[in-house]
Every structure is written in structure tokens, then in C-alpha cells.
């Protein structure tokens, strides 16, 4: 039976936090081949990668795609970082382990939570928050080579939505990322009818099912545990 992500290449910005890596394993286990980008992906490589299905190229494989995983440094902060990983100003390949290329499907899931009320923040405090998880995601869309027929997955936060004390730099570049902590999650908790939140494998389900669904194009699907519906 042929996997469904077979021969494609999948480019994950945050892909060594939890989530991020859970969407690479289930993605490399549907046949994908990855690009895994983040601060910390070449130090995390040697404990990371094993846990990876293996890829396995098919026999139709397109020219310009990976023949095996990769791990690239880049630090979703950067403009610099990101314009060089995926649009190198000379247009070639050469260093191919640092150069993304063409991508058949982009995760944007890099992000940074913050805890402290927002007169309490400093502006580095705020710039981290929001260059980390709205400008990365924008410069990524900006700059990524996403070949006909690909797909751009953002993952955003119910935060985005239903914003709470001490998190509103967070919650408005989660906002923005649409629109392109035991105290607050005791209170999510409390007002959320499953009383959990979302496990990283349930986030990667939903990441496949939105890259694999093709009559699933600019939507956002609410992993909330109904919080959105009480």
C-alpha cells in the first residue's frame, strides 16, 4: 500500500519542541522525507533521528527533493537566517544539508510561550514572543520554494482566540497567525469540556489530515477540546 506523503518533502520550522517533532515522526511514518529546521536541530540530531521512520525514496521520486532526513540549524528569529535557509541570494544548491529547496508542504510551528502580565514584559520580552511565533511564520511563508499543488500548515494556539492574563504578546502573534503557567492552564482547564489539553500526537493527526484532505484549503481547525463551543 503506498504511503500518502511518498516522494514528498516536508519542511517543519520548530520541528525539535514537542509538537514539532511529533508532527515529523508522523509525517516521516506516511512516507515524507524531512527537513527538520530549528536552534537546536543539528545538537538534537543524534537523539532525534532514530526515532524517525527511515526515508525511502519511491521509484517515481521528483528531481530536488532530500534523499534522506535532514536537520538544520536556523533560528526562527532571524530574517537572515530564514531568507538563507530557504532562498539562498545566489539561487544554487551548493551546501544542500543547509538549503531547504523546493517543499511540497511547510509547517510553520516554532513558538514561545510567555507567563508574565504584559505592563510586566519588557520590549525583548515581547519582540521574542512575537518575532518567534508570528514574524518566523510570515517570513517562511515569505520565502518558502512550495512546489503546485503543495501546502502551508501554521499552527496557531486557542490563546488566539480566547486570550488570558498574562499573555497577551502571545496571544496576538497567535492571532496573527491566523489571520495571515499553572494558573492559566487551571483556568483553561476549568472551561474546557474534555478538562485537558491537546496531546502532541493529536496536533501531528491533524496536521496530516489537513496535508492529505485536498478539499481542505484555507481553514482552521479548532483543536480545543470545545472550549470554542462552551
Avoid: W
Avoid at 508532527?23 to 515524507?32: L, N, R, V, Y
Avoid at 532514530?50 to 517515481?60: A, E, H, I, K, S
Avoid at 543547509?98 to 513558538?111: F, K, R, S, T
Avoid at 501546502?151 to 489571520?179: F, Q, R
Amino acid at each position: 500500500m503506498a504511503l500518502p506523503f511518498a516522494g514528498k518533502h516536508c519542511a517543519i520550522i520548530g520541528a525539535t519542541g514537542t509538537i514539532g517533532f511529533s508532527i515529523a515522526k508522523s509525517f516521516a511514518s506516511h512516507g515524507a522525507v524531512l527537513s527538520l529546521l530549528g536552534r537546536t536541530a543539528v545538537d538534537a540530531r543524534p537523539k532525534l533521528e532514530p526515532l524517525l521512520t527511515p526515508y525511502q525514496p519511491p521509484p517515481d521520486a521528483r528531481a530536488h527533493r532530500p534523499s534522506a532526513h535532514r536537520f538544520i540549524a536556523v533560528d526562527a528569529r532571524s530574517q537572515a537566517g530564514l531568507k538563507s535557509a530557504f532562498a539562498p541570494d545566489d539561487g544554487s544548491l551548493e551546501n544542500s544539508d543547509a538549503i531547504v529547496g523546493p517543499v511540497d508542504i511547510l509547517i510553520n510551528c516554532a513558538g514561545i510561550s510567555q507567563n508574565q502580565l504584559h505592563r510586566s514584559s519588557s520590549y525583548s520580552d515581547i519582540k521574542n514572543v512575537l518575532d518567534t511565533n508570528l514574524t518566523a511564520t510570515m517570513l517562511a511563508c515569505k520565502y518558502a520554494q512550495i512546489q503546485k499543488r503543495g501546502c502551508i500548515i501554521n499552527v496557531s494556539s486557542l490563546m488566539a482566540t480566547k486570550p488570558a492574563a498574562g499573555a497577551a504578546a502571545y496571544a496576538a502573534a497567535k492571532a496573527g497567525v491566523i489571520v495571515l503557567e499553572p494558573k492559566l492552564k487551571d483556568r483553561y482547564l476549568k472551561n474546557t469540556p474534555l478538562r485537558r489539553v491537546a496531546t502532541a500526537d493529536e496536533v501531528a493527526d491533524a496536521a496530516v489530515f489537513l496535508a492529505s484532505n485536498g478539499y481542505a484549503n484555507n481553514c482552521i481547525l479548532n483543536l480545543d477540546g470545545g472550549l470554542s463551543a462552551a
